[in-house]
């Protein structure tokens, strides 16, 4: 079994190297739609909902993937050959106050308007009603990660990082909006 694994690290790498933005693409689909299997689980569905996955992995690979890739590279555009903590703390809070507001109002818009197919009006209520407490949430979650991804991980492999973490994230999320529906079923 470890031998699959190292064969599939290194032909990753190899993508990584030569398709940045398709691999980390296809790789925040993956992600995005595993989530989405456990979280449709942990909510007690009986069969998988195929369509929201594929909806929902369809954000991963033409949203959240490129978005990733191209905040990062500008994120070492901005900061370019600074280091130490108080760089990765800018990195931080530059992240926390544009992308990750950003982020989750287009993941609940896209969520509400694209998976569930729900009207316009019905969607901007929910996500008036319910964004603040989630991006609360993720302003003492998502600061924590940020950190560790400016800090620790290379820039190649801070997508990849995000991505995984985001996917937990992701089921949070889902799981928070399939709550919400259920209450009013």
């Given amino acids: ?31 995005v739609g595993c ?23 369809l954000y991963g ?11 990062h590279k500008l994120m070492d555009v901005i900061f370019r050959g600074q280091k130490g903590n108080k760089t990765v703390a800018k990195k931080v809070l530059l992240e926390q106050l544009t992308s990750s ?6 993941f609940m818009m896209y969520y509400g308007l694209v998976v569930e197919g729900r009207p316009w009006g019905l969607v901007k209520n929910k996500v008036r009603k319910d964004y603040p407490s989630i991006q609360l ?3 003492k979650f998502w600061p924590i990660v940020g950190w560790i991804n ?3 991980m290379p820039l190649q492999f801070r997508v990849l990082f995000h991505s995984f ?14 709550s919400i529906t259920t209450k009013k079923a």
Avoid at 3 to 21: N, S
Avoid at 36 to 57: N, P, Y
Avoid at 101 to 106: D, Q, R, T
């Fill in 35 to 57: 989530s989405d299997v456990i979280a449709q689980k942990i909510s007690g569905v009986k069969r998988l909902q195929f369509r929201r996955i594929l909806l929902l992995m």
């Fill in 137 to 139: 949430t993720a302003w």
């Fill in 101 to 106: 507001p950003w982020n989750n109002f287009f």
């Fill in 165 to 178: 973490v985001a996917s937990c994230w992701a089921i949070f999320l889902n799981l928070k909006a399939r």
């Fill in 1 to 31: 079994m470890s031998d699959i694994l190292k064969e599939a690290w290194k032909k990753y790498l190899i993508g990584l190297q030569l398709h940045p933005l398709r691999t980390k693409a296809i790789t925040a689909g993956i992600l």
């Fill in 150 to 152: 400016y800090q620790y």
């Fill in 61 to 71: 690979f033409a949203y959240s993937g490129p978005f990733g890739h191209f905040l």
